[in-house]
């Protein structure tokens, strides 16, 4: 069965610092990668997905994902964090073979501190 | 412009009472998803449906749990003689086409409270 793994539950890092939140996924086939946020009191927004092609992809508010598949992640990037970044960060997958479902990470609290 | 809602956003419900969740899909969007969120856990799917259609269960509890799409209307999810185990929050989401590479474009959440 497809799984997805966030390796931090929580990270803490003052504005300006760089951010990197892990993400591997467990599928051996072709697959879709997201990350999603959800601000506090808002509902899941898309960040940035990969489907195919150049496998560094840039999202929206400086965010940016490296694929690499020999190591089955796709890891979320910024080079320097805001206070609004604060929310909760989502890894997905899903595989063209196995329908269009979404399987989610557990999540990353990101807080910022100014 | 609207997004996809959901209402209502908060519900509570006995044990034993039923609980009726409401989607309505983004305008143009006729494939919906939902999906349920334990406490300190990610998102788990639940069903896909189309108008009229369900595509896909796998993630549905056997037992007291049902969705529908109808032709008219908002998609609903329904789960009968709700348990403290049900609550969670549950979260719809829409897409145009229904592809693997389609964006889902998700609602607030219904949080449900079973006393």
């Known amino acids: 069965a497809q799984s997805v793994s966030q390796h931090n539950h929580h990270v803490i890092l003052s504005e300006a610092a760089s951010l990197e939140l892990g993400c591997n996924y467990s599928?051996?086939?072709?697959?879709?990668l997201f990350w999603y946020v959800q601000y506090p009191g808002q509902h899941l927004q898309l960040l940035l997905k990969y489907f195919s092609g150049d496998p560094l992809v840039k999202g929206i508010k400086g965010f940016e994902a490296e694929f690499i598949k020999s190591k089955f992640s796709f890891n979320l990037r910024k080079p320097s964090v805001q206070w609004s970044d604060t929310a909760e960060y989502f890894c997905a997958v899903n595989a063209n073979q196995a329908g269009t479902a979404l399987i989610f990470g557990k999540g990353t609290t990101l807080s910022v501190s100014s | 412009n609207a997004g996809v809602m959901q209402n209502p956003r908060h519900l509570v419900r006995r044990r034993g009472q039923e609980a009726r969740l409401r989607c309505s899909p983004m305008?143009?969007?006729?494939?919906v998803y939902w999906y349920r969120q334990l406490p300190e856990e990610g998102l788990k799917f639940m069903v896909y449906?189309?108008?009229?259609?369900?595509?896909?269960e796998s993630g549905m509890p056997k037992e007291r749990f049902s969705a529908e799409f109808p032709k008219e209307g908002p998609s609903i999810l329904r789960i009968q003689q709700v348990v403290r185990g049900d609550s969670a929050a549950y979260f719809c989401a829409s897409s145009p086409r229904g592809g693997a590479t389609d964006t889902q474009y998700f609602g607030p959440g219904t949080r449900l409270t079973v006393l």
């Open positions: 449906l189309q108008k009229e259609n369900i595509i896909d």
């Open positions: 599928y051996g086939g072709t697959v879709n």
């Open positions: 305008k143009g969007h006729s494939h």
